[in-house]
């Protein structure tokens, strides 16, 4: 047994935290209004090189207001990956709008753009391009059929805070594009997420629709109907010490990568999740597919043998058409998200983690083999 604990995906969490916090406490500006929130917001799109940032409550909630503001409703259809977080799928459902699944490659683990192709119709108002566990999306290929079928792209960059394609972060794609800073991710808030957008305008709209639309020039005057999506001060605080150690994390996730890398690169039984040749992936987590023929070994089975060495694991998500809102009986389309689904297995890969823990969970994993 490894002497540290291992973590998965553990927010990592410390003494700068703590002291924004308490400044944050000691302003009294504690709740929605006070100046931690916009810090946080400009420090964000400076960052990413964006000119505006609306933080919100969650990604889920920025999701789904993203989908509001762009007009998507009843009788529209939004294509989605059918490996993904339920979330991504429910935002579609809360603006009453039908998602539409499609497979996902199976050496990136995200959308295929052919497949996608293959399902837009005359109903078809947007694409939701998931960047699993960091992996960019084929933006170039999902930005053109877009622009053929004029149609909206909405970033679910919720686990691929900044991942290049082609040079450019995720997120700054699409029509808009969404971040979570939910405890498990790059960077937490404790519960939150952030929206960028390509026009200006919308993302004016969004900021308004998200604080009750609410003209405060007139003061308690609201000309629509508004929703109360807003992040804390609070909650902002914790962001602004995580986004002062973006770095410290980033060069952290590379060393394991790295780690991982050399460890599983050789192995036959193992294949870890790839990036397209024009992606700079930082990777949210490392995630792999076993051939589970050869071992003669389920997910399970080796998930519980490496939990009782003290290492942690989670699987891929479940497809969701395996879900009741979501159900569909045939599955043939989807056969490489059920292949990921059944031999995958994400692997430690939390900040908190030392080199040593995560070269023990890969040594133990190979041995186990
Ligand atoms: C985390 C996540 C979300 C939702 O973010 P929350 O902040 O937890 O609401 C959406 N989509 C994907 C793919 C995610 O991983």
């Given at each position: 047994?490894?002497?540290?604990?291992?973590?998965?995906?553990?927010?990592?969490?410390?003494?700068?935290?703590?002291?924004?916090?308490?400044?944050?406490?000691?302003?009294?500006?504690?709740?929605?209004?006070?100046?931690?929130?916009?810090?946080?917001?400009?420090n964000f799109s400076e960052?990413?090189?964006?000119?505006?940032?609306?933080?919100?409550?969650?990604?889920?909630?920025?999701?789904?207001?993203?989908?509001?503001?762009?007009?998507?409703?009843?009788?529209?259809?939004?294509?989605?990956?059918?490996?993904?977080?339920?979330?991504?799928?429910?935002?579609?459902?809360?603006?009453?709008?039908?998602?539409?699944?499609?497979?996902?490659?199976?050496?990136?683990?995200?959308?295929?753009?052919?497949?996608?192709?293959?399902?837009?119709?005359?109903?078809?108002?947007?694409?939701?391009?998931?960047?699993?566990?960091?992996?960019?999306?084929?933006?170039?290929?999902?930005?053109?059929?877009?622009?053929?079928?004029?149609?909206?792209?909405?970033?679910?960059?919720?686990?691929?805070?900044?991942?290049?394609?082609?040079?450019?972060?995720?997120?700054?794609?699409?029509?808009?594009?969404?971040?979570?800073?939910?405890?498990?991710?790059?960077?937490?808030?404790?519960?939150?997420?952030?929206?960028?957008?390509?026009?200006?305008?919308?993302?004016?709209?969004?900021?308004?629709?998200?604080?009750?639309?609410?003209d405060e020039k007139k003061?308690?005057y609201h000309s629509e109907?508004?929703?109360?999506?807003?992040?804390?001060?609070?909650?902002?605080?914790?962001?602004?010490?995580?986004?002062?150690?973006?770095?410290?994390?980033?060069?952290?996730?590379?060393?394991?990568?790295?780690?991982?890398?050399?460890?599983?690169?050789?192995?036959?039984?193992?294949?870890?999740?790839?990036?397209?040749?024009?992606?700079?992936?930082?990777?949210?987590?490392?995630?792999?597919?076993?051939?589970?023929?050869?071992?003669?070994?389920?997910?399970?089975?080796?998930?519980?043998?490496?939990?009782?060495?003290?290492?942690?694991?989670?699987?891929?998500?479940?497809?969701?058409?395996?879900?009741?809102?979501?159900?569909?009986?045939?599955?043939?389309?989807?056969?490489?998200?059920?292949?990921?689904?059944?031999?995958?297995?994400?692997?430690?890969?939390?900040?908190?983690?030392?080199?040593?823990?995560?070269?023990?969970?890969?040594?133990?994993?190979?041995?186990?083999?």
């Amino acid at each position: 047994m490894h002497t540290d604990k291992i973590h998965l995906d553990s927010p990592d969490v410390g003494e700068l935290e703590k002291k924004y916090l308490i400044r944050c406490i000691d302003s009294t500006y504690v709740s929605t209004h006070g100046p931690f929130v916009s810090e946080f917001e400009e420090n964000f799109s400076e960052i990413l090189g964006c000119q505006n940032a609306v933080s919100v409550q969650s990604g889920t909630a920025g999701l789904h207001i993203a989908l509001h503001e762009l007009g998507v409703g009843p009788g529209d259809e939004v294509i989605v990956p059918v490996l993904t977080f339920v979330a991504t799928v429910n935002a579609v459902k809360y603006v009453g709008a039908t998602p539409i699944f499609v497979d996902v490659d199976l050496l990136t683990w995200n959308m295929n753009p052919d497949k996608v192709r293959d399902r837009i119709s005359p109903k078809t108002k947007a694409i939701i391009p998931v960047h699993l566990y960091g992996s960019p999306c084929n933006m170039t290929e999902l930005a053109a059929i877009a622009q053929q079928y004029e149609l909206y792209i909405l970033e679910d960059a919720t686990e691929s805070l900044f991942s290049k394609f082609n040079g450019r972060f995720t997120g700054t794609f699409g029509d808009f594009g969404v971040f979570s800073f939910n405890g498990n991710k790059l960077i937490t808030t404790g519960g939150g997420g952030m929206i960028i957008g390509t026009a200006p305008l919308r993302l004016e709209h969004v900021k308004f629709l998200v604080n009750q639309a609410r003209d405060e020039k007139k003061g308690y005057y609201h000309s629509e109907i508004g929703y109360n999506l807003r992040m804390t001060n609070l909650e902002a605080s914790l962001g602004l010490a995580q986004i002062e150690r973006f770095e410290e994390f980033l060069s952290k996730k590379r060393i394991f990568r790295d780690i991982y890398v050399e460890h599983l690169e050789n192995i036959d039984e193992i294949q870890l999740q790839q990036d397209y040749d024009k992606s700079e992936t930082e990777w949210w987590f490392n995630s792999i597919l076993i051939d589970t023929d050869r071992t003669g070994k389920n997910i399970p089975e080796i998930q519980s043998e490496l939990f009782k060495k003290g290492i942690p694991t989670r699987r891929i998500f479940m497809p969701i058409i395996e879900f009741p809102p979501y159900f569909e009986k045939n599955k043939d389309r989807y056969s490489y998200a059920y292949r990921i689904y059944e031999r995958g297995l994400n692997l430690p890969s939390s900040t908190l983690n030392s080199e040593s823990c995560i070269k023990y969970s890969v040594q133990e994993l190979v041995k186990l083999l």
